[in-house]
């Protein structure tokens, strides 16, 4: 079996979805699974839709169509803005998209009407995290325009914390897009469908007993995909945390000093974690260098088994010291993963992709 690759365990993805479907839908939250972070992958869709998952969440026009051509029927997502120039493809494959820019909605507009087909838009309002939104005071103004749009369908409002500054929902920011959704309805006298009220970042504020008032819709990626909230990486009670591991191989296996020697400089990849400096120890460590680096993990997101400590990653090379543990070249080791990780390790082409279930690996030909 090659290294390195992610392990996929399709059973504890259906269960990760399976658990949280039900118990969102306790609240009347429907959920629409995020794929990313997977590139869409076919098998990870199927199997989030085999467990009552509604609609499929993408942030690249070319993934949505890859899951059309690949046969997905359900409503597809388009969660970032559409570029001006791809609003054709948006239109022709996606079924919404959120959406932030009136030029944008403009041209997705006449690019419905060309095609003959209605899109639909969810559109974002800034709550505080500062990354996608139109600001709420500027909310009835772009939604009356919007509703002018023959071939458009303003499906709702919809937010997104957490992901630029880590803002968290609370009882104030969602509290505030509900209310939002109860003004524009009266002001225009419609329903709309969805109250979405953001990611992951919006699990531990529920699961505290936060009152989703109008909140009918959430997106969600890592809670399904890593069986964790992404503001404090907390595992999420009931869901697995490993339904996809990282395994990479071993290639030098030796006791060396645990301090570098020499004059020191600058490092070719400040942002990974490295060694602490320790005055003094001269120490001799049982040192491990794994054949994974940058263009293979981010390796910051990488959480190592019991018993190894990273000390270091390169764009090649992982450093690990194992204390109590002796590794040998050719051995494996199994990582999990932050959301950075992962993703970066399905876009890496030098990470293969494998389907396990249960405990015992599939045959390789599930491996690609
Ligand atoms: C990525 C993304 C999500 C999913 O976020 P998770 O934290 O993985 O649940 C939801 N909404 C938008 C707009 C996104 O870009």
Redesign the pocket.
């Known amino acids: 079996m090659s290294a390195p690759r992610l392990e996929i365990n399709l059973q504890k993805l259906h269960h990760n979805a399976r658990t949280l479907v039900k118990r969102l839908a306790g609240q009347g939250i429907a959920v ?1 699974g ?1 794929s ?2 997977t590139l869409g992958m076919f098998e990870i869709v199927h199997t989030w839709l085999g467990a009552g998952v509604g609609s499929i ?1 993408e ?1 690249r026009i070319e993934t949505i169509e890859a899951l059309v051509r690949s046969g997905i029927t359900v409503p597809l997502l388009l ?2 803005s559409p570029m001006l120039s791809q609003v054709d493809r948006v239109v022709a494959s996606a079924s919404i998209s ?1 959406n932030t820019d009136l030029g944008v909605l403009n041209a997705l507009a006449a690019a419905a009407k060309q095609q003959g087909r209605r899109h639909g838009v969810l559109l ?1 309002v800034e709550l505080g995290d500062l990354r ?1 939104g139109i600001l709420p005071a500027d909310l009835e103004s772009v939604a009356q325009q919007i509703l002018a749009m023959a071939n458009l369908q303003l499906m709702g409002i ?1 937010t ?1 914390l ?2 630029q500054n880590g803002i968290a929902p609370d009882a104030q920011n969602m509290g505030d897009l509900s209310r939002l959704t109860t003004a524009l309805e009266q002001r225009f006298h419609l329903t709309l469908p969805w109250c979405s009220g ?4 919006n699990l531990p504020w529920l699961a505290a007993g936060g009152d989703p008032a109008r909140i009918n819709h ?8 890593l069986g964790r909230e ?1 503001l404090h990486r907390t595992a999420i009670p009931g869901l697995h945390t490993d339904a996809i591991s990282l395994v990479a191989e071993v290639i030098e296996a030796t006791h060396k000093p645990s301090q570098p020697w020499g004059e020191r400089g600058r490092t070719s990849f400040e942002g990974s974690p490295s060694a602490p400096r320790r005055e003094g120890s001269s120490q001799r460590v049982q040192r491990a260098l794994l054949a994974l680096g940058e263009q293979d993990v981010d390796p910051a997101g990488l959480i190592p088994p019991r018993g190894t400590v990273i000390r270091g990653a390169s764009s090649d090379h992982l450093v690990v010291e194992s204390p109590g543990q002796l590794l040998a070249v050719g051995d494996e080791q199994r990582y999990q993963l932050s ?1 950075s990780a992962l993703l970066r390790a399905m876009t890496s082409p030098f990470v293969d992709r494998c389907l396990v279930d249960g405990s015992s690996i599939a045959p390789s030909a599930r491996c690609r």
């Open positions: 629409t995020v990313k972070a969440g942030s969660v970032r959120c974002m996608e919809g997104n957490g992901c953001g990611n992951s970042a959430l997106r969600l990626g890592e809670a399904l995909l992404p959301y």
